[in-house]
């Protein structure tokens, strides 16, 4: 079974750059689907970015071209890589696995197909 643990959220003025990690425990074998997501208070839980088992990789379109997703499969790490933060990024972010889904993936998986969740990181950028 995969434990995933995040870290490296904080608070951050908008315009700024946060990494976050993810840190993956148990049964690593890298070859599997792992996404970020993040959830406002009051609002629905969105996914942010995917890496599939081959580095193919998805974003949702509020992040594009500012958020990058990316892996270390010799650290166990995922990471999500934040920069020019608005304040409509406050969130806390969760990092997922669905351990199940090897190789390519086209595309965000939805949030109901993970099996695996972190105990998330809070990201706040103030204005």
């Known amino acids: 079974q995969v434990q995933l643990v995040e870290s490296g959220g904080g608070s951050v003025q908008a315009g700024g750059s946060l990494r976050l990690s993810c840190v993956a425990s148990g049964y690593t074998y890298s070859g599997y689907y792992m996404g970020w997501f993040r959830q406002a208070p009051g609002k629905e839980r969105e996914g942010v970015a995917g890496i599939d088992g081959d580095g193919g990789t998805s974003y949702a379109d509020s992040v594009k071209g500012r958020f990058t997703i990316s892996k270390d499969n010799a650290k166990n790490t995922l990471y999500l890589q934040m920069n020019s933060l608005k304040p409509e990024d406050t969130a806390m972010y969760y990092c997922?696995?669905?351990?199940?889904?090897?190789?390519?993936?086209?595309?965000?998986?939805?949030?109901?197909?993970?099996?695996?969740w972190g105990q998330g990181t809070q990201v706040t950028v103030s204005s």
């Open positions: 997922a696995a669905n351990t199940r889904l090897w190789g390519r993936y086209a595309g965000l998986l939805p949030s109901s197909q993970y099996d695996t």
